[in-house]
C-alpha cells in the first residue's frame, strides 16, 4: 500500500468515453494490496473495460467473497453497487442480487482459493444455473493471506517460496467450468491487458455466466522460480489459442478482417466478439474439441489463453424460471406483495 | 527509439523545466524545498550560487522560469517561483560568514567597465579566486539599469545596496565612481590582464515623427527619464501623460507618472494585446493602477499649440492576422488625438559604443553591435569581453549575470593562459530520496491549491511617496502554501529496466498516465502508441532498453509528470526510483579546482 492517495490531477487530454467521461472515472480507491501484486492489474483491465463500453458505473454490482482478490472490487468503478460476502459465498449473493435486479451487469471478483476449496459447490452450481454474470478468478495458486500455502490450483511440483514441492494435482478452473456447463469460459494473464481487456468487454456483454480465469502472480509468495504461476513462467508458457476482439454494435466487421480469417459472434446486445484461431486446432465453440485441447495443452505445461469456450445460444437463468422480465425494485409494492389474502390462497393450495 | 541516455545531464535538465529555461540555471526546486522547510538562508545562498541577486531578482526578474513550470500543464498557473525566491531573500538570517573572502592577491588585474550586473556578476566569481577588479562607473552610484531605470517602489535602494556590497566588499575590488570610460584605447593601455565591457544598452530610442524637435521640452526618452526619476533631476510630470510603446520600461513609465502626479495615463501600444512585450505581470499590475492601455494606435505626430506640446495624432490600426498568430495585413482605419502634457517614448533601446575606437581589433557588425562569441564572450581583441546588453542586446538582469559567470570563466582562462574555449561541460549527481517504505525526503503528494496572490500596499498609500515598495511580499505563512504548489520537477523517476518485471503496477497507478509498457518504435510511432496523447513534442520521451521477460520497452512521457513517486512505491522490484537531480553548471571556481569526476549514485 502506499501512504499518498492517487491524487485526483489527470492529464489534461485523456480520451473521453460516448458519456464524455475519462478512464478516472472509472476508477475506485487506492491499493492496499503488495506493490505489483496482478490483482491490481486486474483491476486497471476492468476499469479499462468498463470505461471502454461507456456503460455508468451506477449500471454495475460487484460482489466478492474473501482473500486478496476479494479485496479489489473497492479498487474499481467507484460509484457502483457492491456487497462484500463471507469466504467462498459470492455466487450466492451474486444469485441473489441477479435475481431482484436482472438489469445490472454483475462483476464477481473471486481467487483459487475462493473459487476452487471453500467455494468449490457454490461456484460449480451458480455455473449450472448459468447465472448472467462475469465470474472473475484472480488465479495466483496460493494463498496469499495466510503467507504462501499451495491453493487447489496450484501446480503438480511446483514449489513454494522456501522449495516446498506440490504434491497434489491442480484444479483447473477452466475446462471444470465447460465439463459444468459454463457458455463463456476464457483464460488470460494479469500482465496482458491488450488480451484482457476485450474479453472483459467480451464476458461483460454475453448473455449467462462468463467465467474468466485471470493468472495473476502474487508477487509476494508465488513470484519465485519454481513456482508455475510467476510473471516469467506465466511469459514463457503463455500460449494465446484465439485471440478476441470486441466489436461494438455500430461497426463493420468487415472493414476490420479478412474473409475467413475471423469468426464472429453476436453477443445479445448487438455487439460481436470476433475470434481469431491462433491455434488451428482448436474450436471455442465445440465443447468437447475444447476440453481436450486444453487438457492436451495443460499437460503439455501450456498456459492456453484467449475466450475457451462461447455459447450464446443457452438461456440463462431469468429465462430457464421463466422469471419477470422487469427489475424487482421497478415493480410496484402492490403487485410484489399481493397481501394476506392472496397469501392465504397460494398456501391454501398445499393443504 | 534508442534507450534514453539519462547520463548526459540534459535528459533531466530538461525534465527541469524552471531550471532549464532560467539562463543562470538556478536550481529552483531546490530552494523552494528550502523555503518549505523553513531554511531561508540555505535557500537564499542556492539561490546566490546562481543568480547572484536574490533579493533584487526576487522583486524585479523576467522570470523566464514561470512560464516554463510544467504546472500550468495540469492547472492554470504556475508556481510564483520569483516571488518565492524574495521570501528567502525577505527571511534569511546573517550571511556573512557564509559569503566568499577575496584571497590575497593572485596579481591579475582585471578591468570592468560599467557597475551594472554583469560586471558586478563577473567580479563576484573573480574576487574569490583572487583576482584584482576594478570597476569604473560613470555615474556617481553602482547598480546599473538595475538603479537607474527600476523604480525604487519595485525595486528598494537597501536591497539593491546589500547585494551589490556583498560583493565589492569581499576585496581586492575598487568601484570608481564617476568615471566614465571615454576610450578603450586609454584603458587598454593601462596595466589590466583583461577588460570586461558591462556598460548595458544605454541608448532608449527615437520616434522622429513631425513636431519632435519643437516640443522636445515635453517629450522625454523612457530609459533617461526614468534615470532622471531616480537621481531626483525630475519630479514632476503633466495630468495627461502618453507613453508610446508597450514593453517592461514603458509600465514602469506610466506607474512612475502616477507617482509624480499624473492623473491620466495612457499606454500607447500600435499592435493588439498578444503582441504586448511586457510581462503579463508587469501589464497586471500596470492596469491594477488604472494606467488605460490602449491598443491598434500607431503614432502619427506630436501636435503643438503656441509652441507647447498639446498631444498626439495617432493612426487606427486594424490587422489581419492568420491561424498561427502572425499579421498577415495591416490597415490604417482613420485617425485620432490624444491630449497629452507629456509624452514618454519607450519603444526600445540599443547599446551604443561611441567611446571604443574602430581601429583597436575589436570588431563591430552592420548594426553597431560588437562581435562577441557566444560562448566565451571574448571579443574579436583577446582579452576583452564583453556580456549583458552590451554583448547581444537588450534582455535581462538574469542574462546578464549568466553572461558574467561565462565571461568570469573565460576571463580566468585568458589570464590563466588556458584555451577560453576549453571549458568544464555540465555535470550531474543523482540521489535517491528514498527515506523508508513509502517515505521519500520531498513532499510528493500533489497539491491542489491554486497560486497564491501577493499583497500589494493599497492603492490609496502607495502614491503618497515615490518609494513605497507595492509588493508586501509573501509572508512565511504564505510561503508555506505556495511551496505545496512546487511538483518537485528535479526528483527525477530514474528507471532500471533489467529489474522490471512487467507487472504494470506503476502504468496503473500513475495518475497522469505517463507509462506506457510497449513494443518498441521511431518516436513519431511511439507518440501514438501511449497511454495519453504525447504532443509536447519538445519534452523528449524517455524509453528504456529491452525489458527482460518481453523485450518491450518502458516509454514515459514527461510531459505531465507530477512527480509523485507512486510508480516507485507501487514497483515491487524497485526498478523505479525517485532520484534528486542536481545540475552541476560550472562556475569560474570550478574551472578553478575541478571538483572530482561526477558519478551517478545508483
Not at chain 1, 488465479?139 to 495466510?146: C, E, I, K, M, Q
Not at chain 1, 485441447?293 to 499437460?299: A, K, S
Not at chain 2, 530609459?223 to 495627461?240: C, M, P, Q, R, T
Not at chain 2, 501577493?454 to 509573501?474: T, Y
Request: with cysteine; proline share 5%.
Amino acid at each position: 500500500m502506499s501512504f499518498i492517495k492517487k491524487p485526483a490531477v489527470r492529464h489534461p487530454k485523456l480520451p473521453l468515453n460516448e458519456l464524455g467521461l475519462t478512464v478516472r472515472d472509472y476508477e475506485g480507491g487506492m491499493s492496499t494490496l503488495c506493490a505489483g501484486c496482478g490483482h491490481d492489474a486486474i483491476t486497471g483491465a476492468i476499469v479499462e473495460a468498463a470505461w471502454g463500453l461507456s456503460i455508468p458505473t451506477h449500471r454495475f454490482a460487484k460482489l466478492s467473497g474473501i482473500g486478496c482478490s476479494s479485496k479489489t472490487p473497492a479498487y474499481f468503478l467507484r460509484d457502483s453497487h457492491g456487497l462484500n460476502s463471507c469466504h467462498g459465498r459470492m455466487p450466492s449473493i451474486a444469485t441473489g442480487a441477479n435475481s431482484a435486479n436482472r438489469d445490472l451487469y454483475y462483476i464477481g471478483v473471486s481467487g483459487d482459493g475462493d473459487s476452487l476449496s471453500i467455494g468449490m459447490g457454490q461456484f460449480a452450481h451458480a455455473i449450472r444455473r448459468n447465472l448472467n454474470m462475469t465470474y472473475i478468478i484472480e488465479n495466483n495458486g496460493v494463498y496469499g493471506l495466510t503467507k504462501g500455502q499451495f491453493s487447489a490450483a496450484a501446480d503438480r511440483g511446483s514449489k513454494a517460496k522456501k522449495g516446498e514441492v506440490n504434491l497434489q494435482p491442480a484444479i483447473d478452473p477452466c475446462s471444470t467450468a465447460i465439463t459444468l456447463g459454463a457458455t463463456f469460459v476464457a483464460r488470460s494473464f494479469s500482465g496482458d491487458k491488450a488480451q484482457l481487456v476485450p474479453i472483459l468487454k467480451a464476458a461483460f456483454n454475453h448473455r449467462g455466466f462468463a467465467m474468466v480465469d485471470v493468472i495473476s502472480p502474487c508477487v509476494t509468495f508465488n513470484d519465485h522460480e519454481g513456482s508455475t504461476r510467476s510473471y516469467k513462467y506465466s511469459r514463457d508458457h503463455f500460449a494465446p489459442a484465439i485471440m478476441a476482439d470486441f466489436v461494438p454494435p455500430a461497426e463493420d466487421i468487415k472493414a476490420r478482417y479478412e474473409e475467413g480469417e475471423a469468426m464472429p459472434v453476436e453477443l445479445h446486445d448487438g455487439s460481436r466478439i470476433v475470434l481469431r484461431k491462433i491455434d488451428k486446432d482448436y474450436d471455442p465453440t465445440d465443447r468437447v474439441n475444447a476440453v481436450s485441447n486444453l487438457m492436451r495443452n495443460n499437460d503439455a505445461g501450456e498456459i492456453t489463453t484467449g475466450i475457451l469456450y462461447l455459447d450464446e445460444s443457452q438461456p440463462e437463468m431469468h429465462e430457464v424460471n421463466n422469471t419477470t422480465a422487469t427489475p424487482l425494485i421497478d415493480i410496484p409494492y402492490s403487485k410484489l406483495n399481493p397481501g394476506n389474502d392472496m397469501l392465504r390462497k397460494i398456501q391454501s393450495r398445499y393443504r | 527509439m534508442r534507450p534514453t541516455d539519462t547520463a548526459n545531464p540534459e535528459y533531466f535538465h530538461k525534465v527541469v523545466d524552471c531550471q532549464y529555461a532560467c539562463p543562470a540555471h538556478t536550481d529552483v526546486p531546490g530552494y523552494i524545498r528550502h523555503i518549505a522547510q523553513g531554511e531561508f538562508t540555505e535557500a537564499y545562498m542556492l539561490n546566490r550560487k546562481s543568480n547572484v541577486f536574490p533579493g533584487i531578482l526576487g522583486r524585479v526578474c523576467d522570470r523566464p522560469c514561470e512560464p516554463a513550470c510544467r504546472r500550468v500543464r495540469v492547472e492554470e498557473k504556475p508556481v510564483a517561483i520569483c516571488r518565492l525566491k524574495r521570501v528567502a531573500a525577505d527571511n534569511r538570517g546573517d550571511i556573512s560568514a557564509l559569503l566568499p573572502k577575496a584571497p590575497a592577491s593572485n596579481g591579475k588585474k582585471v578591468a570592468l567597465v560599467g557597475a551594472g550586473c554583469a560586471s558586478l556578476a563577473v567580479a563576484n566569481d573573480l574576487l574569490p579566486l583572487g583576482y584584482e577588479c576594478t570597476i569604473f562607473e560613470k555615474l556617481d552610484v553602482s547598480g546599473g539599469l538595475m538603479r537607474s531605470n527600476i523604480p525604487s517602489f519595485r525595486l528598494p535602494h537597501d536591497v539593491l545596496n546589500e547585494e551589490i556590497d556583498n560583493i565589492i566588499n569581499m576585496g581586492n575590488c575598487e568601484v570608481k565612481l564617476g568615471n566614465g570610460i571615454s576610450s578603450m584605447r586609454n584603458l587598454l593601455e593601462q596595466n589590466f590582464d583583461a577588460v570586461f565591457v558591462g556598460t548595458g544598452a544605454p541608448r532608449g530610442k527615437e520616434l522622429d515623427l513631425p513636431g519632435r524637435q519643437e516640443a522636445d521640452a515635453n517629450i522625454h526618452i523612457g530609459i533617461d527619464w526614468l534615470e532622471s526619476v531616480a537621481f531626483d533631476h525630475i519630479e514632476s510630470i503633466g495630468k495627461n501623460v502618453l507613453i508610446i510603446g508597450v514593453g517592461n520600461t514603458a509600465m514602469d513609465c506610466c506607474r512612475t507618472s502616477l507617482r509624480l502626479g499624473a492623473k491620466d495615463v495612457k499606454v500607447m501600444a500600435r499592435k493588439p494585446r498578444e503582441f504586448f512585450k511586457a510581462s503579463a505581470w508587469e501589464l497586471e499590475d500596470a492596469e491594477e493602477e488604472n494606467v488605460e492601455i490602449v491598443i491598434n494606435h500607431s503614432p502619427k505626430a506630436f501636435v503643438l499649440e503656441s509652441g507647447k506640446l498639446v498631444g498626439m495624432q495617432f493612426e487606427l490600426m486594424e490587422y489581419d492576422v492568420d491561424e498561427k498568430g502572425r499579421i498577415v495585413d495591416t490597415r490604417v482605419t482613420g485617425e485620432k488625438f490624444l491630449p497629452a502634457d507629456d509624452v514618454i517614448l519607450a519603444i526600445g533601446q540599443e547599446n551604443a559604443f561611441p567611446w571604443i575606437e574602430r581601429d583597436l581589433g575589436i570588431e563591430f557588425d552592420k548594426w553597431e553591435v560588437p562581435v562577441v562569441n557566444e560562448k566565451t564572450h571574448e571579443s574579436t581583441l583577446e582579452g576583452v569581453f564583453f556580456g549583458g546588453d552590451a554583448a547581444f542586446g537588450p534582455k535581462n538582469i538574469i542574462w546578464a549575470v549568466e553572461h558574467g559567470h561565462q565571461a568570469a570563466i573565460s576571463i580566468h582562462k585568458y589570464c590563466q593562459g588556458e584555451d577560453v574555449s576549453d571549458r568544464l561541460p555540465d555535470g550531474q549527481t543523482l540521489a535517491s530520496t528514498k527515506m523508508g517504505i513509502h517515505e521519500w525526503s520531498y513532499s510528493n503528494d500533489f497539491d491542489g491549491s491554486t497560486r497564491t496572490i501577493m499583497p500589494h500596499v493599497s492603492l490609496k498609500e502607495r502614491f503618497q511617496k515615490l518609494n513605497i515598495e507595492v509588493e508586501l511580499g509573501f509572508s512565511p505563512e504564505l510561503a508555506a502554501e505556495e511551496v505545496e504548489r512546487c511538483l518537485n520537477c528535479d526528483i527525477q523517476t530514474v528507471f532500471t529496466d533489467k529489474l522490471c518485471i512487467e507487472c504494470d503496477a506503476c502504468v496503473d497507478v500513475c495518475p497522469v498516465d505517463c507509462l506506457t509498457i510497449t513494443a518498441n518504435g521511431d518516436e513519431a510511432d511511439l507518440r501514438t502508441r501511449l497511454t495519453a496523447p504525447a504532443e509536447n513534442t519538445e519534452q523528449d520521451l524517455f524509453v528504456s532498453g529491452a525489458l527482460p521477460q518481453t523485450g518491450r520497452v518502458m516509454v514515459k512521457d514527461e510531459d505531465v509528470c507530477v512527480h509523485c513517486g507512486l510508480c516507485a512505491e507501487r514497483c515491487p522490484t524497485a526498478a523505479w526510483d525517485m532520484q534528486k537531480f542536481t545540475l552541476h553548471h560550472p562556475h569560474a571556481i570550478d574551472e578553478a579546482a575541478p571538483p572530482p569526476e561526477q558519478k551517478e549514485v545508483a
